[in-house]
């Protein structure tokens, strides 16, 4: 039996690659078909590979792309060969703690307090930019396959603005993707005022958004693939610690505002206060590895090793395995996630 669901792709760097392993075991999967993708950054750089892909050579089409996105990010010719080097390395969230102690304030961090991306000049270039122009944008905008939202952050009034369907360019990836501290603001022009907006990453004001996931002809059903961990127990004291958690916190705070959001209207729903149809009564659903993610940090995110993509890779097809064990039953029944407990 098919089972339709809609996902929603986290941001996160070079962590990105974890949702790289998750979508490439959920394309394997001939019994769910996508819907609809909304991404934010590397969320986003995702969302348009799997969709270029599809529209290609369907489920396969998809995951070979995706490959080819992530070996140009690690800069290499084929991840595989890291396979073997990674048995005789030591797990990634230790070498991440090894670095963090040989330097306890990365150069990147230090830079950013005193540089600007607009101090560079005409020496200034994007490095993610040959790697979204490589994407064939008639293909990430074409009309099979699943439907496309794209969330950035618009500087001048800090709302989000989400582009959807043929809006989605090379430019609105690198919008989605763009750090403020390390690139320079991507400027659109807003094809009904004339005017010129300035963007910056979507992770500020929706990591990733959900609301557009919420059209009636849509399923009921969005799966969150969660890269930022929402909860780390130990209390961080060290400057590299702080700055990670604070990284973290907030740019998970905006799926977390939403995720209150649902589960308020389930509760008028199941309640009786609002009747059933007015508004949808969505079903979340989430793979993550907090087990994995808290062992790493902020550092790793703009530090895309091989070593790094390719343990990541593993990782969430793993994770993916594990959620459709465990829930796949439940896809399109009901919600994995106990909303009113996450808030409670």
């Known amino acids: ?23 490439d075991r959920l394309l394997q999967d001939s019994d769910i078909e996508i819907a609809a993708i909304s991404g934010t950054s590397a969320g986003a750089l995702n969302a348009a590979a799997l969709k270029a892909g599809w529209s290609e050579g369907g489920r396969q089409g998809a995951r070979v792309l995706l490959d080819r996105i992530w070996h140009q990010v690690g800069a ?13 390395l030591p797990p990634v969230g230790m070498l991440n703690s090894w670095a963090e102690a040989l330097m306890p304030v990365s150069p990147m961090d230090m830079a950013a307090l005193v540089t600007s991306p607009y101090q560079y000049g005409a ?53 989605s993707a763009c750090l403020p501290t390390l690139f320079q603001a991507v400027e ?33 059903d969005v799966l969150v693939v969660n890269i930022n961990p929402l909860r780390r127990d130990s209390i961080p004291q060290t400057a590299q610690e702080i700055q990670n958690r604070i990284n973290e916190i907030s740019f998970n705070s905006s799926l977390l505002r939403e995720l209150r959001a649902i589960a308020f209207v389930k509760r008028l729903i199941a309640e009786g206060r609002m009747e059933r149809g007015s508004m949808k009564d969505v079903l979340i659903h989430m793979i993550a590895d907090d087990d994995l993610m808290t062992t790493l940090s902020v550092t790793s995110k703009v530090t895309p090793t091989p070593y790094l993509l390719h343990s990541l890779k593993i990782a969430g097809r793993a994770a993916c395995e594990r959620f459709l064990d465990a829930h796949k039953a439940d896809l399109n029944i009901s919600a994995t996630v106990d909303l009113a407990a996450m808030f409670d």
């Open 123 to 175: 020496l200034y270039r994007n490095p993610l930019e040959p790697v979204v122009r490589s994407l064939r944008f008639d293909q990430v905008c074409a009309k099979d396959g699943p439907e496309l939202h794209i969330a950035a952050t618009n500087v001048r009034s800090g709302k989000i603005r989400v582009f959807s369907g043929s809006e989605v360019c090379c430019e609105v990836i690198l919008a």
């Open 76 to 88: 290499v010719h084929d991840l595989r060969l890291t396979g073997w080097i990674a048995q005789a």
């Open 188 to 220: 659109l022009t807003d094809p009904k005022t004339g005017e010129v907006e300035a963007f910056w990453d979507g992770g500020y004001t929706g990591n990733p958004a959900l609301f557009p996931l919420f059209d009636a002809h849509l399923p009921d």
């Open 1 to 23: 039996m098919t089972k339709r669901i809609n996902l929603a792709l986290q941001g996160g760097g070079a962590h990105g690659a974890f949702t790289w392993g998750v979508l």
